[in-house]
């Protein structure tokens, strides 16, 4: 009976010793799309509780939302976007809504995944290709269709310019339909071939090593162009909390953690380096 009062005692201290923890930690709301940034962001609360902040992750599951919700302080930060998606909203917004990328994590390869049709080499003329309706990464798509020799853009097209397919020659006559990103996975029961956003894709189930039939090369310009950073509001590039967030992400935990998770397998690259 007494080693049990003893044993009650010590988890009561343990209790009331996390709960005091608890209550002066420094509440961090942090947005982020399910796979893979609200899985590494999972992966780093009990680093970040060490550090003396309560981490909270809020799911978002369509690009829209973060931007506007971090402009509005509705959360701290997000994660889930490149610098071309983030340049895209900034200029469709007044100049105190506009955001800033803080620290770069990972690359996401952009892939081309089977559908109705199982290699490039049997898509037949007319087929139906389904890609991201958001400017940036419908340019993207666009830039991997074109690499695959399927269609062409406008000489030096850049990721830099907005494309539609209004701007491609499409002598092959694809059916190239604008999907919204987190639906391109459920189009893939129609569609012959889909141009998927790696973290929707991985959402989906989808190894962009192993499912997908054309890929952007790892070692390319594309993994500089389109690293997923954390993004903050102007005023708080220099916060103490995005100092203490940036040490703990870029850190070997987390790239090991990347690199070792099999359902990240080519599909999530880290773009940090470890200092």
Known sequence: MKKL???LVVLALVFSMSAALAEGAQTLVIGATPSPHAEILE???DDLAALGYNLEIMEFTEYPLPNPALADGEIAANYFQHIPYLNAYNVTVDADKALIPAIGVHYEPYAVYPGKTKTMEELQDG????ITNDPSNETRALLLLQEAGLISLPEG???????TVMDIENPRGFDIREVDASQLPAT???ADISVINGNFALGAGLSPATDSIFMEAADSEAG???TNYVVVRPEDQDAQWVQDLRSVICSEKVRDYILSNPEYQGGVIPAFTVE
């Open 157 to 163: 097209a850049t990721v830099d310019q907005p494309y």
């Open 224 to 226: 500089k162009i389109y």
């Open 188 to 190: 893939l029961s129609d």
């Open 43 to 45: 992966f780093i609360k």
């Open 5 to 7: 009062f003893s044993l």
């Open 127 to 130: 087929a139906v290709i389904t």
